[in-house]
T-cell receptor
Framework: AQSVAQPEDQVNVAEGNPLTVKCTYS??????LFWYVQYPNRGLQFLLK??????LVKGSYGFEAEFNKSQTSFHLKKPSALVSDSALYFC???????????FGRGTSLIVHP | DTAVSQTPKYLVTQMGNDKSIKCEQN?????MYWYKQDSKKFLKIMFS???????INETVPNRFSPKSPDKAHLNLHINSLELGDSAVYFC???????????FGDGTRLSIL
């Protein structure tokens, strides 16, 4: 079985401040981890992934995520938030060799001007 | 050039009707999916289709059935629509193990 927890329904941050959106996971075997962003009335868009290698992964729009195996976490970060980053963010995990990902419940990021 | 396209974008219909949602991907991917997103934005996988292997989420009612005429298409057919079927349905595709999913922009289904 595999699962993802996004403990915060909503994260509020001021523009220009760093942001973190949290994600923890549970999976048997090696995890494949993903972050997606969803803007209103749009489908999910891929931001970044961790499969293997460097624990710090860089993705689109200046986002990055850090894989922490001991804490089974994959938090999404950005050094300086933009108002346009306001959206719904989903973390997802799958097991190596599986085509079926499990998504978290999503975290709404609100960046205040 | 849209990678994953769904039609229609909006679907308003009455209880008891049968409807279909079409999905096409031009990415050459082998795996396609259907998801349901409810009013709380929770994303639930309904089906996964890979090389003619269909994996069904056992919680999905058998009124829902995916149909794949070829590798680029995975349509969703729904029989006897119920009020609880109102949601946004997303189609997605993936290039394989460890590859990200590409989503369509969704079909907003409203049952009257």
């Amino acid at each position: 079985a595999q699962s993802v927890a996004q403990p915060e329904d909503q994260v509020n941050v001021a523009e220009g401040n760093p942001l973190t959106v949290k994600c923890t996971y549970s999976v048997s075997g090696n995890p494949y981890l993903f972050w997606y962003v969803q803007y209103p009335n749009r489908g999910l868009q891929f931001l970044l992934k961790y499969i293997t290698g460097d624990n710090l992964v860089k993705g689109s729009y200046g986002f990055e995520a850090e894989f922490n195996k001991s804490q089974t976490s994959f938090h999404l970060k950005k050094p300086s938030a933009l108002v346009s980053d306001s959206a719904l963010y989903f973390c997802a995990v799958s097991r190596g060799g599986s085509y079926i990902p499990t998504f978290g419940r999503g975290t709404s990021l609100i960046v205040h001007p | 050039d849209t990678a994953v396209s769904q039609t229609p974008k909006y679907l308003v219909t009455q209880m008891g009707n049968d409807k279909s949602i079409k999905c096409e991907q031009n990415l050459g991917h082998d795996t396609m999916y259907w998801y349901k997103q409810d009013s709380k934005k929770f994303l639930k996988i309904m089906f996964s289709y890979n090389n003619k292997e269909l994996i069904i989420n056992e919680t999905v009612p058998n009124r829902f059935s995916p149909k794949s005429p070829d590798k680029a298409h995975l349509n969703l057919h729904i029989n006897s629509l119920e009020l609880g079927d109102s949601a946004v349905y997303f189609c997605a595709s993936s290039g394989g193990d460890g590859q990200p999913q590409h989503f369509g922009d969704g079909t907003r289904l409203s049952i009257l």
